[in-house]
């Protein structure tokens, strides 16, 4: 059968995390004022009153830029943890670090020949 012991602080941990948003959240709902104005509605914008809709098309690049930008920023969050344990894993893990990078700069050779990254 599974032992739950030494992870009682774990357990307390994730009781309070999970209670913590919950009390504010249900105490800002008790004493919050209510108000059902229109003006509380209102979209502001430095005390202007908004101009036109909110709804405005961005061009395609900027969320292509932004994908590889979080892919790449993502392999940095898996290849920290690697290279500070890196004395410790030996060969293979080092294997796998190199195809794993080898993966990401065919990708980024693929969306650069592609054209994702230039701006024209």
């Known amino acids: 059968?599974?032992?739950?012991?030494?992870?009682?602080?774990?357990?307390?941990?994730?009781?309070?995390?999970?209670?913590?948003?919950?009390?504010?959240l249900t105490t800002n709902k008790l004493i919050a004022p209510k108000s059902k104005a229109g003006?509380?509605?209102?979209?502001?914008?430095?005390?202007?009153?908004?101009?036109?809709?909110?709804?405005?098309?961005?061009?395609?690049?900027?969320?292509?830029?932004?994908?590889?930008?979080?892919?790449?920023?993502?392999?940095?969050?898996?290849?920290y943890p690697w290279a500070v344990a890196f004395h410790k894993l030996g060969l293979l893990a080092f294997i796998e670090a190199l195809v794993f990078i080898t993966i990401l700069v065919v990708a980024l050779a693929y969306a650069w020949r592609k054209g994702a990254l230039e701006w024209s």
Not at 51 to 79: C, H, K, P, S
């Open 1 to 24: 059968m599974f032992s739950l012991q030494g992870y009682e602080y774990f357990l307390g941990f994730l009781l309070i995390s999970g209670a913590v948003p919950i009390l504010a």
């Open 39 to 79: 003006e509380r509605q209102l979209t502001y914008e430095s005390g202007m009153e908004p101009i036109g809709g909110a709804w405005i098309q961005f061009n395609i690049r900027y969320y292509m830029f932004a994908l590889v930008f979080v892919i790449f920023d993502v392999e940095t969050v898996f290849l």
